[in-house]
């Protein structure tokens, strides 16, 4: 079956660097998706992506987050200057379809292990 | 005032102890219910999608329904390889993909 595959699979930065976290959508599908999951606490959702725009972002994506596809194939999420705060689970995902339709599914990577020291 | 309340919080079962996992939500602007399970240091993994109240899906032990206020994940006969955490999340309307995610239910299911 498809995957989201998501690379690195841990990422560990210092305070105040940047960084991309790499996503690979399942090939068909047309929106994309960031997502992320504090230790211990619930997914939360983070932005929405659908040709070429952002089509929604929570309160958590500030200024400093940014999303971008920077090929047919790559969807990337980058935080421009790490803060402590930012160290979760954060997970890339796909669907074919906007949720209007019914039977839409929505498909996670694995996730990249971020941890801000 | 959280829109997606799963209970109980963790579960814990023997292999074969059939039980139901709540997922209570808020009713206004529902457009689908979502069922994930998720394994330790994984991406949730999609189960179920429910629409309208009344409606069940299957799938091998697992049987998801919903009614007009809440959804449940039925597990009948459960075995070891069940034990994750199992998620619901609601799309509400207006929204682009952003799911509200439950906090889960963690299950274990003991041999």
């Known amino acids: 079956e498809p995957e989201v595959t998501q690379t690195p699979s841990h990422q560990v930065t210092q305070m105040g660097q940047e960084v991309i976290l790499r996503c690979v959508p399942i090939s068909n599908h047309l929106y994309f998706y960031w997502y992320r999951q504090i230790l211990g606490q619930k997914v939360e959702f983070l932005v929405s992506f659908y040709n070429n725009e952002i089509s929604e972002k929570s309160e958590i994506f500030d200024d400093q987050f940014s999303v971008e596809r920077p090929d047919g194939s790559n969807f990337t999420l980058k935080i421009r200057s790490t803060k402590l705060e930012d160290s979760a689970m954060y997970f890339c995902?796909?669907?074919?379809?906007?949720?209007?339709?019914?039977?839409?599914?929505?498909?996670f990577g694995s996730g990249t292990q971020l941890s801000v020291l | 005032e959280d829109q997606v309340t799963q209970s109980p919080e963790a579960l814990r079962l023997q292999e074969g102890e059939s039980s139901s996992l709540n997922c209570s939500y808020t009713?206004?602007?529902?457009?689908?219910l979502f069922w994930y399970r998720q394994d330790p240091g994984k991406g949730p993994e999609f189960l179920f999608t429910l629409y309208s109240a009344g409606e069940e899906k299957e799938k091998e032990r697992l049987k998801a329904t919903l009614t007009k206020k809440e959804s449940f994940l039925h597990i009948t006969a459960p075995k070891p390889e069940d034990s994750a955490t199992y998620l619901c999340?609601?799309?509400?309307?207006?929204?682009?993909?952003?799911?509200?995610f439950g906090k889960g239910t963690k299950l274990s299911v003991k041999p």
């Open positions: 999340a609601g799309h509400y309307g207006g929204s682009q993909g952003n799911l509200i």
């Open positions: 009713v206004s602007g529902l457009r689908g």
């Open positions: 995902a796909s669907s074919e379809r906007f949720f209007r339709t019914a039977n839409e599914k929505l498909f």
